[in-house]
């Protein structure tokens, strides 16, 4: 399974890459207003630490406006992303992107049928919400087992599905079981993944034994 960070802020992203664990990056206007810099600026920098896809939304809603946006983000670096919302432009938009062969995400998918649609429009990945589903009391990760149930039924679609709106690491345990390829997670859920209060208490007990024998490794 593959993890992306979803985040607009570079240092965080900068600390996060050096684990080697970061497989890609999604952005999203709100992010990008919440880390208060230049977007194409920070589309650049973060293209520039991380190898892997880095997604990156057009803002207009009309697909020829969508496409110039997405083919000036696209030249931004190699590795760039278009993210376009699930809407008739939005699909128009990807297929063309597509056939231009650049990567594309299709975002704000809430419904199985709207993931079959972006995959016929030819979409890189799908992106389903699974948090927003939860706070409005509807079950966010059935949507991502019928995702992954149906395109599992047509394997010429080549779409990956990329869970977001991930709330705690509860949510990429379900996604991973189900056999989602990508997760995208908050840098706070990323971080909370290694830790368990059994390895620090194990780890503390170790280091103090170590020290009884008064040896060094080095
Ligand atoms: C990712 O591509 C989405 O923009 C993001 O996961 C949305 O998460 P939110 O529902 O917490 O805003």
């Not at 990056?25 to 990008?32: D, Q, R």
């Not at 429009?121 to 706070?135: E, K």
């Amino acid at each position: 399974m593959k993890f992306f960070v979803d985040t607009a802020d570079v240092a965080e992203i900068e600390e996060l890459a050096v684990t080697g664990l970061l497989d890609g990056v999604t952005t999203n206007p709100s992010l990008v207003a919440k880390a208060g810099r230049p977007f194409l600026d920070v589309v650049r920098e973060i293209c520039a630490l991380v190898d892997g896809p880095v997604s990156a939304e057009v803002t207009a809603t009309d697909g020829a406006t969508m496409l110039a946006e997405g083919r000036k983000l696209a030249a931004l670096a190699p590795n760039v992303c278009v993210k376009v919302p699930l809407t008739w432009d939005g699909l128009k938009t990807c297929r063309q992107l597509r056939r231009e062969n650049i990567l594309v995400n299709v975002t704000l998918c809430f419904t199985p049928l709207q993931a079959l649609l972006a995959a016929k429009a030819g979409a890189t990945f799908i992106s389903p919400f699974v948090g927003r589903l939860d706070d409005i009391a509807h079950d966010g990760m059935a949507l991502i087992g019928d995702i992954c149930d149906i395109y599992a039924q047509y394997p010429a679609l080549e779409t990956e599905v990329l869970v977001a709106s991930i709330r705690h690491p509860v949510h990429l345990l379900e996604a991973a079981k189900l056999g989602a390829g990508v997760a995208t997670l908050p840098p706070s859920v990323l971080k909370q993944l290694v830790k368990h209060p059994l390895t620090d208490r194990g780890l503390e007990g170790f280091l103090a034994d170590w020290a009884k024998t008064g040896q060094s490794i080095l």
